[in-house]
């Protein structure tokens, strides 16, 4: 079982709609989790960075973490068609250097 | 403010033949670290330098290595390139040594031919 699981979808929706992506996890000492952007042949782009259980928001951005289940999750409200991307779960553990990723899941919103 | 720099952004190397790839972090950032990432892939961490030590590194062979300059800048050489070395190369960089909220370069990419 990999450490972290992520639909690689792709997921096309219309513009305005609200998008949910989500990730699993099997490692529990996982304490930290991230969500990134990553535009086609660039870097990923730091979007939202939690590390307790519970809901941030920023913006159109809401990064949701329930680490009883292992699962996170990041909701776009109003989907435009510049979020158009590919998007990343990311997460650490304290005391380690590395960050383990998803596979990612492409993002298409239509005009 | 710069964010992380890389260079070169696209390089094309024969089988058997080395690379260096370099980096510079964000203004007052001391860890840097490099990912791998595959087409169709998430990044997978290569290794983790700060304040020029070696903090950690991933499932990646001897060729892979790395270090880290007094303005902590960093170098990634990989030797005897093989085919499947072709990737987006990335650069994180963090003001600590954990990694969080790590902010990436626009990465090199590399093809092996």
């Known amino acids: 079982q990999k450490e972290v699981e992520q639909d690689p979808g792709p997921l096309s929706v219309p513009e305005g709609a609200i998008v949910s992506l989500n990730c699993t996890y099997s490692?529990?000492?996982?304490?930290?989790f991230m969500w990134y952007r990553q535009y086609s042949r660039k870097g990923p782009e730091l979007l939202m960075y939690t590390y307790s259980s519970g809901n941030k928001e920023d913006g159109r951005f809401t990064a949701q973490v329930d680490k009883s289940s292992k699962y996170i999750s990041l909701f776009i409200r109003d989907s435009q068609p510049s979020d158009s991307a590919t998007y990343l779960c990311a997460m650490g553990q304290g005391g380690s250097e590395k960050l383990v990723f998803g596979k990612g899941m492409k993002l298409t919103v239509n005009p | 403010d710069a964010g992380v720099t890389q260079s070169p952004t696209h390089l094309i190397k024969t089988r058997g033949q080395q690379v260096t790839l370099r980096c510079s972090p964000i203004s007052g950032h001391k860890s840097v670290s490099w990912y791998q990432q595959v087409l169709g892939q998430g990044p997978q961490f290569i290794f983790q330098?700060?304040?020029?030590?070696?903090?950690g590194r991933g499932n990646f062979p001897d060729r892979f290595s790395a270090r880290q300059f007094p303005n902590y800048s960093s170098e990634l050489n990989v030797n005897a390139l093989l085919l499947g070395d072709s990737a987006l190369y990335l650069c994180?960089?963090?003001?600590?040594?954990?990694?969080?909220?790590?902010?990436f370069g626009q990465g090199t990419r590399l093809t092996v031919v």
């Open positions: 330098y700060y304040e020029k030590e070696e903090r």
């Open positions: 490692n529990s000492a996982f304490q930290y």
């Open positions: 994180a960089s963090s003001l600590g040594h954990l990694n969080t909220e790590a902010f």
